[in-house]
């Protein structure tokens, strides 16, 4: 899936999988676990992490769940080689940046994490007594769960992401029917567009716990793909439909990917990320979409003929009172295009209409 979120998540994600069950890694570090030994594993051998590196030993063999294990027993950090296929070094000494900020409190881990954050670069702490598992990237940290645990976690959000995409279903189809009765308020975008955000926040964190599951996550995977299905390209549509010109659609949704929780459920900002001429505290003021979410549902339309047809007629009110003839003299819009588009924005009317009164 897609993420709209920021490379610090990508980062985590890509650390998560290379630890996944199913993995050697994860296979390895199981094994240091059920041992009761610690382990600080950096998962790079780059110069930078090799000029942070004091003593130890260099081992510069292929890595194996088995090797991994016993190396562990010493006291020192393991240095693994990017693309986990070799461990380079063992019982190495790190010397981070003392000045990189941490919030942990354990020596292994707050080394763990100062390696991450000042070196860029994804490490794997496992605590001796509790057997706490952590994953440190680009500032970020993940407790590794137990596997039912996390299955039943992913579960949960599931069941939220679905009533979610209920609401967000429901906030959409009442846009399409007050738009095809000019009618539609800032109010009633901006409740799309925050739900989309709401949406897209669940199905990122459960696209984290697949990614973390690995190999038991192919339900999950399936049950997610159908959920979200085609969400941020409708998103993307009711965007592209009242964000004025010179303002990027993509640059609206990053900015709600910005706000914080408790921030994303204020529909002011919502309309603020809009980017719209006027007052955008100003819910109730009507506005009026471009028409392309609608041109979008006609088959074999292309983008820029979209793209072309909205700008024609300067909005949707116009297109829907667009014959055929007038579709045509559009560039590059054929009679058959033309037909196709005016029986869409007619069954999408029709349909609007009717869902609203029933």
């Known amino acids: 899936m897609e993420t709209r979120f920021g490379s610090a998540n990508e980062e985590m994600r890509r650390a998560l999988a290379r630890v996944a069950p199913g993995t050697p890694l994860r296979d390895g ?3 240091v676990v059920r041992s009761k030994a610690g382990a600080l594993l950096v998962l790079d051998d780059g110069p930078d992490v090799l000029s942070i590196c004091s003593g130890g030993f260099l081992v510069d063999a292929p890595y194996s769940p088995q090797r991994l294990s016993e190396l562990a027993k010493m006291d020192g950090a393991i240095i693994i080689s990017g693309d986990g296929g070799r461990i380079a070094r063992a019982n190495v000494h ?4 003392p000045t990189v900020p941490t919030s942990e409190t354990g020596t292994r881990h707050r080394t763990a994490e100062r390696v991450a954050r000042s070196l860029d670069v994804p490490v ?3 605590s001796e007594e509790m057997g706490v598992i952590n994953v440190y990237a680009r500032g970020g940290k993940r407790q590794l769960q137990e596997i039912g645990r996390l299955l039943e976690r992913a579960n949960q959000a599931l069941q939220t992401l679905e009533r979610y995409k209920t609401r967000l279903d429901d906030s959409i189809a009442k846009l399409t029917a007050v738009e095809v009765e000019d009618v539609a308020t800032l109010r009633d975008v901006a409740a799309v567009v925050q ?5 897209h926040r669940i199905a990122d964190e459960i696209e984290t716990m697949i990614v973390e599951l690995g190999v038991d996550a192919r339900l999950l995977r399936l049950q997610l793909d159908e959920l979200y299905g085609e969400i941020d390209n409708e ?3 009711v965007v592209a439909d009242y964000v004025p010109d010179g303002q990027s659609v993509q640059d609206t949704l990053a ?8 921030e994303v459920h204020d529909l002011r900002l919502a309309a603020r990320a809009l980017h719209r001429i006027g007052d955008p505290d100003d819910l109730g003021q009507e506005v009026s979409p471009k028409g392309l979410r609608l041109l979008h549902r006609t088959n074999r339309l292309s983008g820029d003929s979209a793209n072309a047809i909205a700008d024609h007629f300067d909005g949707l009110s116009k297109l829907q009172r667009a014959t055929v003839d007038d579709l045509t003299a559009v560039n590059g819009v054929d009679a058959a295009t033309a037909a196709d588009v005016r029986e869409t924005i007619a069954r999408v009317t029709e349909s609007a209409i009717l869902d609203q009164y029933n």
């Open 195 to 199: 739900r989309g955000e709401l949406v």
């Open 235 to 237: 998103l993307e549509h």
């Open 94 to 97: 790190l010397v981070p940046d």
């Open 255 to 262: 900015e709600m990917s910005r706000l914080t929780d408790d």
């Open 29 to 31: 570090i199981e094994r």
């Open 124 to 126: 794997v702490s496992a």
